[in-house]
C-alpha cells in the first residue's frame, strides 16, 4: 500500500499555531498509511521588526516550504493566526507564489483543511478560515471543513474554546495564553479526520 503524503503548513508568530500545527501532524500520523509532514511558510518580516515584536524564534525543526513542493503532497493541512480578521500576510504572500502551480491547476482535486490562532472572540475565529477558501477555489482544491465531527467537544460552552466548523482554532489572548487540552484534542481529531479523508481520496482516485 503506497504512503498517503498529507503536509501540515503553516506561519506561527509566537507558536500558538506550531503548537496546533504539532497536533494535526500526530492526529494525521495516526491513521495508518499516512505520514504528516511540517512545514513552514518563509517569513517576510525583517529580523529586526521581529526583534522589536519580540517574536521566539522560529522552530528549528521544522523546514520552510517552497512552492513547487505542494505537488508532493495528497493532502494539506494550513494554518495561520488572524491578522484583522484575515490570514497572516506570510500566508498571502506563500499563496500568491504559487502561481505556476495555479497556472496548470496542479493542485486540483487534493483536499485541504484550515486551523488558525486569533486573540479574541471578535478576532477572526470564521473569517479567517474564510480567506483561506479563496486561495483553495482558485487552485481547485477540496475544503474539507471540520463540520460537527468532533461530537460534544463541538458544544463545550463551560470554557473557552476556539474552532469551529470550519477548522481547530485557539484564542492566543495577549499572547500569554497557551493552547487547551481541549483546542488540542480538536486539532488532534482535524489531522485524523483530514488524514482519512484523504487517504480514501487518493485511493480512489489516481489523479489525487
Known amino acids: 500500500m503506497?504512503?498517503?503524503?498529507?503536509?501540515?503548513?503553516?506561519?506561527?508568530?509566537?507558536?500558538?499555531?506550531?503548537?496546533?500545527?504539532?497536533e494535526i501532524q500526530k492526529g494525521a500520523n495516526s491513521v495508518e498509511g499516512v505520514e504528516a509532514t511540517l512545514w513552514q511558510v518563509p517569513e517576510t518580516l525583517p529580523e529586526k521588526i521581529l526583534e522589536k515584536m519580540r517574536a521566539p524564534a522560529k522552530a528549528d525543526d521544522v523546514p520552510e516550504i517552497r512552492p513547487e513542493q505542494l505537488v508532493e503532497a495528497d493532502g494539506f493541512l494550513f494554518g495561520s493566526p488572524s491578522r484583522f480578521g484575515m490570514m497572516a500576510a506570510q500566508v498571502k504572500a506563500f499563496f500568491d507564489a504559487t502561481h505556476e502551480?495555479?497556472?496548470?491547476?496542479a493542485l486540483a482535486g487534493r483536499p485541504a483543511?484550515?486551523?488558525?490562532?486569533?486573540?479574541?472572540h471578535g478576532g477572526g475565529q470564521e473569517l479567517t478560515a474564510l480567506t483561506f477558501i479563496t486561495q483553495?477555489?482558485?487552485?481547485?482544491?477540496?475544503?474539507v471543513p471540520l463540520g460537527y465531527t468532533f461530537g460534544s467537544g463541538m458544544f463545550e460552552m463551560n470554557e473557552?474554546?476556539?474552532?469551529?466548523?470550519?477548522?481547530?482554532?485557539?484564542?492566543?489572548a495577549d499572547g500569554s495564553r497557551q493552547p487547551t487540552k481541549l483546542e488540542l484534542q480538536q486539532a488532534f481529531h482535524q489531522g485524523k479526520y483530514v488524514a482519512e479523508i484523504t487517504k480514501k481520496l487518493k485511493k480512489s482516485s489516481p489523479q489525487v
Open 101 to 105: 502551480l495555479w497556472a496548470t491547476q
Open 2 to 22: 503506497s504512503t498517503t503524503k498529507v503536509y501540515v503548513v503553516y506561519y506561527s508568530l509566537y507558536g500558538h499555531v506550531d503548537s496546533m500545527a504539532r
Open 136 to 143: 483553495l477555489a482558485h487552485h481547485g482544491m477540496i475544503f
Open 160 to 172: 473557552v474554546k476556539g474552532g469551529s466548523s470550519y477548522g481547530a482554532g485557539t484564542y492566543a
Open 113 to 120: 483543511g484550515v486551523f488558525w490562532s486569533t486573540g479574541f
